[in-house]
């Protein structure tokens, strides 16, 4: 299985971008050992449309363009379930078990995601109730990808 974490904007240069390449490559690293076979992440600018419904209408179809046919889909929005590092591994153990060919995973801008994006979440995901920036929010993400992957390959990273 491939994972595509796509995201609206781009990390700018400096200790977000750092941080959030570092897991990422833990993830690269770490996840060929649990079925993993490639990672990839993909950044859309901002749309310029005039209202912030138009503007995740533009993004939504944009970001729907970016993974293969027959993924499965994460969106992040404040509205989704909150799941424990365990049950989030389980999740992408399930998709690798199942065949699934690349799961993609959504980071929104600033207004949100919209409802075409939504609607065709397999999961649709939160990653606590207080509002993080896209950066740091991406961050965790990858911290947790990374968290993922040591959990399915028994390695001690995590602990219970």
């Known amino acids: 299985m491939h994972i595509v974490l796509a995201a609206v904007g781009k990390l700018k240069a400096g ?3 750092e941080l959030f390449e570092r897991y990422w490559d833990r993830v690269a690293a770490s996840g060929r050992k649990v079925g993993i076979a490639n990672i990839r992440c993909v950044e859309i600018p901002e749309s310029r449309a005039a209202n912030g419904v138009e503007r995740k209408a533009d993004e939504a179809q944009r970001l729907l363009r970016i993974p293969v046919q ?23 153990r399930q998709q690798c078990d199942g065949g699934v060919p690349e799961l993609a995973i959504f980071i ?9 994006l939504l609607k065709k979440a397999d999961l649709v995901l939160n990653l ?17 990808v ?15």
């Open 70 to 92: 027959g993924a499965r889909s994460i969106v992040l929005d404040e509205t989704g379930q909150s799941l424990t590092s365990q049950t989030f591994a389980a999740f992408i």
């Open 128 to 144: 606590g109730t207080m509002t993080l920036p896209h950066g740091l929010a991406r961050i965790v993400l990858a911290e947790q």
């Open 15 to 17: 200790p977000d971008r």
């Open 146 to 160: 990374y968290r993922a992957t040591t959990i399915l390959a028994g390695h001690p990273y995590h602990r219970s």
């Open 108 to 116: 929104g801008g600033p207004d949100g995601h919209g409802e075409a």
